[in-house]
């Protein structure tokens, strides 16, 4: 069974920074994305930004020039450094993987999500 483990949320002044991670575990051939999404009270669940396995990176344009995404495929896991954090930056936010769990063909990824963290941007 897939697992993704956030850690790294919490509470940080406006301007300040915070860096969450998150790693997969679990039985799978490979991961073919890893991103952030996050959830404001009353609001639809959005990208943040994601990465391929290739490097490949995409920003949602409100976090482009602040937030920075990487990955190591080595220890399947990924980070979001979110830098000149503002209080619209507060909301929940998810790992996510687009994993092939099975080897044999078609190989089609599958969602899987964590459990979400919390960020708080707030003075």
């Known amino acids: 069974q897939v697992q993704l483990v956030e850690s790294g949320g919490g509470l940080v002044q406006p301007g300040g920074s915070l860096r969450l991670s998150c790693a997969a575990s679990g039985s799978f051939f490979s991961i073919y994305s890893m991103g952030w999404y996050r959830q404001a009270p009353g609001k639809e669940r959005e990208l943040v930004a994601q990465i391929t396995s290739g490097g490949s990176t995409d920003y949602a344009d409100s976090v482009k020039g602040r937030f920075t995404i990487s990955r190591d495929n080595a220890r399947d896991a990924v980070y979001l450094q979110m830098n000149s954090l503002k209080p619209e930056d507060t909301a929940v936010y998810y790992c996510?993987?687009?994993?092939?769990?099975?080897?044999?063909?078609?190989?089609?990824?599958?969602?899987?999500w964590g459990q979400g963290t919390q960020v708080t941007v707030s003075s």
């Open positions: 996510n993987g687009k994993i092939v769990v099975r080897a044999a063909p078609p190989r089609r990824a599958v969602d899987y």
